[in-house]
């Protein structure tokens, strides 16, 4: 049986901040992983009554994402003060990436609370790959 946190490793794409409408995630190295992935986006706290997330995860093989490629999308994610919600896609990393950012987009300009992590399967896993230690 494979233990998931000797096998797979959680990224930050975009440690918590607050936006106010549109926020692009500067890039994180994924050269040491390839394969199942999983994009976690996380939406807290909402400053309106209805407001929207769009959120996607873009993909570089060259690095500076001038060849930026949508990999994962979710839509009108919705919220009204207060909510918190998540919302995960799993999918293929390609081994020739070399690096994954977030783009947040939202529906008003007042200030959410969103993050983003990343789960990767390591090459090469083990019980001292996610440590309880912060880095």
């Known amino acids: 049986m494979h233990k998931l946190a000797e096998n797979y490793k959680a990224l930050s794409l975009l440690h918590?901040?607050?936006?106010?409408?549109t926020n692009t995630a500067t890039g994180v190295d994924v050269e040491a992983?390839?394969?199942?992935?999983?994009?976690?986006?996380?939406?807290g706290?909402?400053?309106?009554?209805?407001?929207?997330?769009?959120?996607?995860?873009?993909?570089?093989?060259?690095?500076?994402f001038t060849d930026a490629v949508d990999a994962v999308t979710i839509s009108q994610?919705?919220?009204t003060n207060g909510d918190?919600?998540?919302a995960a896609a799993g999918f293929s990393l390609d081994p020739k990436v070399k690096k994954v950012r977030?783009?947040?987009?939202?529906?008003?300009?007042?200030?959410?609370?969103?993050?983003?992590t990343l789960l990767v399967r390591a090459q090469k896993g083990g019980a001292t790959l996610n440590s309880t230690t912060p880095a």
């Open 45 to 64: 706290t909402a400053a309106g009554t209805t407001e929207t997330l769009d959120a996607k995860l873009q993909t570089s093989i060259i690095g500076d």
């Open 33 to 43: 992983y390839e394969g199942d992935a999983m994009v976690i986006f996380d939406f």
């Open 102 to 116: 977030v783009v947040h987009t939202k529906s008003s300009t007042g200030a959410d609370l969103v993050q983003a």
């Open 16 to 21: 918590p901040i607050s936006i106010a409408e």
């Open 84 to 86: 918190n919600l998540l």
């Open 77 to 79: 994610l919705t919220g």
